[in-house]
C-alpha cells in the first residue's frame, strides 16, 4: 500500500438530468438526523507542500496577524489543501479568478474531465476545457486534482453512449485502459491525485450501483480501476469518492467495508473522498469525525471533495449555514483530513440552483463574490488548526 507514504499530504452533466435523481436524494435528506450507528482514519492527504521558507512566513504572518492573512494563506499555513471545483468558462472573468485565487490552493475541473466531456466518442478527445483549467493552475501554484475516471448512473449520463453499449468483458477493458491510460498520460505531474471511481454505491442503500462497468466486469471492478489507474501513473494519489454517506449509516458502513475489503487484497488506493453535499443544510454532530476515524484506521487518507451547505429555514439561514460549514471543517481537521473541496465558491454558479431550486445559496461567496459568514468559518478553523490544535 502506498498509503503508508503519504504524510502530507460529472460530461457536462445537463440541469435537467438532475431533477431525474430527485426523488432518491430526497429519501437520503429525511435521514439526516440519523446517527452512524455502523460507521466509521491514518495517513494524510498527498499535499505537495510549498518551499519550506514560503511555509515558514505564511505561517508567522497567519500567526501574528491573522486579520492580514487570507483564506489561502490560512490554508498554507495549517498545511491543508483547500480546493473548488472550477468551470473552464468561468476563468476569464476578473472576479471569478480573484476571488478563486485569494481564497483556495487546489482546483478540481468540475466538469471538464469526465468521460462524457473529454471523450464523447470513441475517435473525438476534447482536452482544451481541461488543457485551460490546468494551465491556470500551473500559472498561479495551484494544485489539481482529477475528477473522475469512472463513474456511470443511469440518469446523470457520466458515461458515454458508446461505451454502454459495448457489453464484451475484453473489449472494455481494453476501452477502459486506453481512456485511463490517455488521461492519466497527458496530465502526468500536472494532476496528483484523481477520482479513480466515482460513486461506486447504491445512491439508497448498502450494495454496489448496478451500473454498466459492474453490469460487465463484476464486483471487482472498483479494484481493477484502481489497478489500471496505478499503472497509468504509479506516483499520483488515487482516491474512491462517495455521496450521502453522512445521512446514511448503512450506506457509511458498506463505504467502510469496501474500502477494507480494497486494502486487505492490496489495491493501490490512496484515500476516500466524502463529497459532503449537505442538502439538508445540516449534518449530526460527530458523524463525520467518526466516519473520518474509522476510513484512516483503514490506512487511507481521508478527504471532504465537494462540500456544499444550502441555506435552510431557519431564522438566520446564513448563520447557521456558517456555523455548519465550521462544523464540517473542525471534524474533518480533528481527524487528521488535510483536504477540503467546495463544489464551486460562488452562488452565481452552483449546481443546487438547478437541483434544489434558486435561492439556496450554498457556497461561501455570494453572487456578487461577497464573503458570507461561511467563508470566515472556514477561515477561522484553518487558523484554529495551524499550530495543531
Given amino acids: 500500500m502506498r498509503t503508508a ?3 502530507a499530504a460529472e460530461a457536462g ?3 435537467r438530468r438532475f431533477v431525474a435523481i430527485a426523488s432518491a436524494l430526497a429519501a437520503v435528506v429525511g435521514l439526516a438526523a440519523a446517527s452512524l450507528a455502523a460507521c466509521s482514519g491514518a ?12 511555509t515558514t512566513t505564511t505561517r508567522a504572518s497567519c500567526t501574528h496577524r491573522p486579520d492580514a492573512c ?3 494563506q490560512a490554508a498554507d499555513a495549517a498545511g491543508v489543501t483547500l ?3 472550477v468551470a473552464a468558462s468561468h476563468l476569464d472573468q476578473a472576479d471569478y479568478r480573484r476571488t478563486l485565487l485569494e481564497t483556495f490552493n487546489s482546483i478540481t475541473p468540475e466538469n471538464e474531465l469526465k468521460w462524457s466531456s473529454i471523450h464523447p466518442t470513441p475517435d473525438t478527445w476534447n482536452f482544451g476545457p481541461a488543457d485551460q483549467i490546468v494551465d491556470f493552475a500551473q500559472a498561479n501554484d495551484l494544485q489539481v486534482k482529477g475528477h473522475n475516471l469512472i463513474w456511470d448512473q443511469k440518469v446523470i449520463g457520466s458515461t458515454p453512449d458508446w461505451v454502454l453499449r459495448i457489453d464484451d468483458p475484453a473489449e472494455l477493458r481494453r476501452v477502459i485502459r486506453d481512456h485511463i491510460t490517455t488521461v492519466m498520460h497527458r496530465y502526468r505531474g500536472k494532476v496528483d491525485r484523481w477520482d479513480v471511481v466515482n460513486e461506486p454505491l447504491d445512491t439508497v442503500g448498502s450494495g454496489l450501483y448496478d451500473n454498466h462497468f459492474r453490469h460487465v466486469l463484476g464486483d471487482d471492478y472498483v479494484a481493477e480501476m484502481f489497478r489500471i489507474a496505478h499503472e497509468a501513473d504509479p506516483e499520483a494519489h488515487l482516491f474512491l469518492n462517495e455521496a450521502a454517506v453522512e445521512y446514511q449509516p448503512a450506506k457509511a458502513g458498506a463505504l467502510i467495508a469496501l474500502v477494507k475489503r480494497l486494502v486487505d487484497e492490496g489495491t493501490p488506493i490512496d484515500g476516500v473522498g466524502v463529497q459532503g453535499h449537505l442538502i439538508s443544510g ?5 458523524v463525520l469525525r467518526t466516519l473520518f476515524d474509522e476510513l484512516r484506521s483503514l490506512g ?3 478527504a471532504i471533495t465537494e462540500l456544499d451547505i444550502p441555506t435552510s429555514s431557519d431564522a438566520r439561514p446564513l448563520d447557521a449555514q456558517a456555523t455548519v460549514y465550521g462544523q464540517v471543517l473542525a471534524e474533518c481537521l480533528d481527524a487528521s483530513c488535510r483536504e477540503v473541496t467546495t463544489w464551486g465558491f460562488t452562488d452565481r454558479y452552483t449546481w443546487i440552483d438547478d437541483f434544489l431550486g434558486p435561492g439556496r445559496a450554498p457556497l461561501p461567496f455570494d453572487r456578487s463574490y461577497r464573503p458570507k459568514s461561511a467563508l470566515n468559518a472556514i477561515r477561522d478553523e484553518l487558523l484554529l488548526h495551524q499550530n495543531g490544535n
Fill in 282 to 286: 445540516s449534518v449530526e454532530p460527530g
Fill in 43 to 54: 495517513a494524510e492527504t498527498g499535499r505537495v507542500a510549498p518551499p519550506a521558507s514560503q
Fill in 300 to 302: 487511507v487518507a481521508v
Fill in 70 to 72: 487570507t483564506t489561502r
Fill in 83 to 85: 480546493g473548488t471545483a
Fill in 13 to 15: 452533466v445537463r440541469p
Fill in 5 to 7: 507514504a503519504l504524510e
